[in-house]
């Protein structure tokens, strides 16, 4: 009952909700010894499996689970039912939330928690006329709890996401007509629901931690083997055994487990894609149906795929019909009925299966307001800021469970509930034993971790889907990849280090206490991360402990691995005559009319002088020449320890001054000259130009200098930070300056650019990337030619190493990247157009 309350209850913690996340949290505090009062719209236990009980949901034995759940413990005496919390106010001076209900309550409390729900916020019906209808009207998400008899009337269902294909079924069986209004057609496979299956109980069985602890260290909350084997390059037989399998087994993360690459790369999630709509059309006989329901407009898996019951053979009945909305859409909801661009129907029933204001609806609705009366709708306009999910700034002791930039819907939601809950928990535990009194993100720590969680989402496929992910099913929301796609065990990783690192990212206070240690959990893009990890585990010999002749060949193993880089229009080797010898060439032509003429790049390969040859940069020379329209021409240079200083320097000059001298033989505009290099080859190709501006000639429109070594000074704050974990380390950049130059000669500007005369050279384009040892150096090159008058490009790599950027078909992350260089070396011409070549 909610009674007026004139003086206002006290409480440590308030939270909203009695979902799994309500009731666990609860249960957790009381353990803490702390005062709580659960307050629940509903009139029971059970959130999402209150409320959802359409015809198809599997909600009975899991309400009945958590009624026992709440029984057992007695938690009901803290909840009260049929409570909606109306807002909460943060006051300041009280450091107290001030909550108010429907019912007119006023509650006070230290801390306030949002068990509110990802999925708990019906969408409202966005249909013209939606308030006429003269029937019944259902909502999936709202069904009535004594159940429905369609028996024998005409019934229209609205929308064919996972409450729509699981009630379909069933209510056909009632129905004497049944009309599917399907504006997007999904993916399904079947359920085959019934006993677990024995593996998984035997498992259960004889180590039950070890299976939970499993579930909570693996990527989506369930405890199965990621796939190592990739769409693309799986036999046929594999590829049809792994398919069938997963679609006999019924299981969501069975069938996201097809291929490891399906999520990421849009060949491998075809290949899924294609044999479920294969399955669809070999269910439902009638071919126009069967390719109305299969879906085309988006990445398998990039919405939420359903799992049913029999839902495509029911457009087998002959009293079920399918109005595909993208051939004939709603015009109006009637008094009688549906009337589309094509017809009018006429229904006793209508059926809203149209989804949810997912993961924010609910959290914005409770109307809460932080430290500056700034609402979170307010705060939350252009989409949701959160720091791990769990709180967002401006608004202390305010925690979201399960709320956006946390796994939640992408994976079992009750390991992802249990880890939030406890997360929580401890923080209070700690700050009841410190002494403190208020906790509150910094906006640092916010940004960087919103921005980790797109990085995240924008490897993959699922930002382009118009998914509730995306918040596109809600007309005027904000299109914001809303959970975080990293994967639970990921999160619980960064949780416990902020947690470690005495709250990283979070301001603490209490009386006479002001603490915070700021900064950023996860600065490195997951892709490259991935990578490093990988490579940790491989247990590759440090390079620098080699001789170059094994480190070469070590390399060379590891670049046959590696995907090759896109199609070009034509590669070709030649040599060059070098200063002393030849040196060896690949030309790289684009694809396009091969007799015009290109601007030209000459490409310096990487590896500190002494590593890299024509085969170790290809994928990366492939990508330049297809991003830029240039002919891209990479020579070999002469290597240390065998040829020193300046031998590598001084081929790079002379195969600029030859390919200036023999443009058009190679493809090229004469006079569109530009030079290029990575690392030790951007170290090779920023002296070249120097060099070049000091003899006169030949002219060189640009430099693209990635990652460039361009001083010896190992000093630089990117060495202390970068030169040990990120693959180029301190020792090995000092290794390879042992093999190429004397210390004496280290600070030659032909060794050591950044010392020369920088007057009167190309415009640039510099690339560092955040976790290089020579970050630094490349930022200050850029400075000191930007001081010199020379027109400089900065690209920030960010959250990349010295090498992942150039991890071209690896390192999705760097695409973006490497797009903004090969914009920079077309603006380095007139035109990257293919030029009539005149004789
Ligand atoms: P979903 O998955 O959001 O599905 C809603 C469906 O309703 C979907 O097919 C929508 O089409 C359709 N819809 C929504 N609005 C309209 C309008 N205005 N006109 C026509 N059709 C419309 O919600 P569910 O309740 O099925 O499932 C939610 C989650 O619960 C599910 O993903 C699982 O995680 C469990 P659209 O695709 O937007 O074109």
Redesign the pocket.
């Known amino acids: 009952m909610n009674k007026p309350a004139s003086v206002p209850e006290q409480f440590d913690v308030v939270v909203a909700g009695a979902g799994f996340s309500g009731l666990y949290m609860l249960y957790r505090l009381r353990q803490l010894g702390l005062s709580v009062k659960v307050l629940e719209s509903a009139g029971d236990v059970g959130g999402t499996w209150y409320w959802?009980r359409y015809p198809g949901a599997r909600q009975p034995e899991i309400l009945e689970y958590l009624r026992f759940v709440a029984d057992r413990h007695g938690l009901p005496s803290d909840i009260e039912f049929s409570a909606t919390v109306t807002s909460a106010r943060w006051d300041e001076p009280e450091k107290r939330w001030r909550i108010t209900t429907d019912g007119g309550q006023e509650i006070r409390c230290r801390y306030y928690i949002m068990a509110t729900g990802c999925?708990s916020m019906p969408?409202s019906?966005?249909?013209e006329g939606a308030g006429r209808f003269a029937g019944q009207v259902y909502f999936?998400?709202r069904w009535p709890h004594e159940g429905v008899d369609l028996t024998g009337q005409r019934v229209a269902v609205?929308?064919?996401?996972?409450?729509?294909?699981?009630s379909i079924p069933l209510i056909a069986r009632q129905a004497s007509q049944l009309a599917v209004?399907?504006?997007?057609p999904?993916f399904s496979i079947p359920a085959h629901n019934g006993p677990a299956p024995a593996d998984r109980l035997e498992r259960l069985a004889e180590d039950r931690d070890e299976y939970r602890d499993a579930a909570r260290w693996s990527r989506g909350g369930v405890p199965i083997d990621p796939t190592d084997i990739l769409g693309g390059t799986a036999s046929e037989a594999v590829r049809r055994e792994r398919f069938e399998a997963a679609w006999e087994q019924g299981e969501l993360f069975g069938i996201l487990n097809v291929f490891a690459d399906q999520g990421v790369n849009p060949a491998a999630n075809d290949i899924v894609a294609e044999m479920i709509r294969e399955k669809i059309r070999s269910i439902v006989t009638d071919p126009g149906i069967a390719e109305a329901l299969c879906p085309k407009d988006h990445y398998f898996g990039t919405?939420?795929p359903?799992l049913d019951t029999g839902y495509f053979e029911t457009y087998d009945l002959p009293h079920v019909q399918l109005v595909d909305?993208r051939k004939q859409p709603?015009v109006s909801i009637t008094e009688e009925g549906i009337e589309t661009a094509d017809e009018s129907f006429g229904f006793d029933a209508i059926v809203?299966?149209?989804?949810?204001d997912?993961m924010t609806g609910a959290l914005v609705a409770a109307d809460a307001a932080g430290r500056d009366g700034v609402s979170l709708k307010e705060k939350w306009a252009a989409g949701p800021s959160t720091y791990l999910g769990l709180m967002t700034t401006g608004f202390p002791n305010f925690f979201m469970l399960t709320g956006p930039g946390s796994p939640s819907?992408l994976s079992n939601m009750t390991v992802s509930i249990e880890q939030h809950v406890d997360w929580v928990a401890g923080c209070l535990e700690n700050m009841r034993d410190e002494g403190l009194e208020t906790i509150e993100p910094t906006a640092l720590a916010e940004a960087g971790w919103n921005q980790h969680v797109q990085d995240c989402a924008a490897i993959t496929l699922h930002p382009t889907a118009?998914?509730?992910y995306m918040g596109?099913?809600v007309p005027g929301k904000p299109r914001v990849f809303l959970p975080y796609i990293g994967g639970v065990n990921a999160y619980r990783q960064a949780c416990d280090e902020v947690a470690a690192q005495g709250y990283l990212g979070f301001r603490l206070t209490g009386p006479g206490e002001d603490r915070c240690r700021d900064g950023v959990i996860r600065r490195m893009q997951p892709d490259v991360a991935m990578v490093l990890e990988f490579m940790a585990a491989a247990g590759m010999p440090p390079l620098e402990t080699l001789s170059a002749a094994d480190a070469r060949a070590l390399l060379a193993v590891t670049a046959e691995a590696r995907p090759p880089g896109p199609e070009v229009g034509e590669v070709t080797d030649g040599v060059i005559p070098g200063p002393s010898g030849h040196l060896p060439y690949r030309l790289y032509r684009p694809a396009g009319p091969s007799e015009g003429l290109r601007p030209l790049v000459m490409y310096f390969h990487g590896g500190g002088w002494v590593l890299g040859n024509l085969d170790s940069d290809d994928p990366l020379c492939r990508d330049l020449c297809a991003r830029s329209g240039a002919v891209v021409v990479s020579v070999n240079y002469r290597h240390a320890p065998e040829v020193r200083f300046p031998a590598a320097a001084l081929d790079a000059f002379a195969a600029v001054q030859w390919a200036d001298a023999n443009a058009i033989e190679l493809g090229g505009i004469p006079g569109q000259l530009a030079v290029a290099g990575w690392s030790a080859g951007a170290n090779v190709a920023a002296v070249a130009c120097q060099l070049a501006r000091g003899a006169e000639g030949p002219h060189i429109s640009g430099q693209l200098l990635v990652c460039p070594v361009v001083d010896s000074d190992m000093t630089r704050p990117s060495y202390t930070e970068n030169g040990d974990g990120y693959i180029l380390t301190t020792a090995l950049m000092r290794w390879f300056w042992d093999h190429y130059a004397d210390p004496a000669d280290r600070g030659d500007p032909r060794a050591a650019p950044l010392h020369g005369n920088l007057e009167g050279l190309p415009e640039a384009c510099i690339v560092t990337a955040d976790f290089d040892p020579l970050r630094d150096e490349g930022v200050a090159y850029a400075r000191a030619l930007e001081a010199a008058g020379v027109p400089v490009r900065l690209v920030r790599a960010r959250g990349h190493t010295h090498t992942s950027v150039t991890m071209v078909g690896v390192v999705i992350s760097g695409a973006p990247v490497r797009a903004e260089i090969g914009e920079a070396l077309r603006n380095f011409f007139p035109s990257a157009e293919p030029q009539e070549h005149v004789s």
Request: glycine share 10%; proline share 3%; with cysteine.
């Open positions: 959802n999925l969408k019906p966005d249909i999936t998400s609205i929308g064919t996401g996972s409450s729509g294909i699981q209004f399907q504006r997007t999904n919405k939420r359903c909305l709603i809203y299966a149209t989804g949810f997912a819907v118009n998914s509730w596109a099913n």
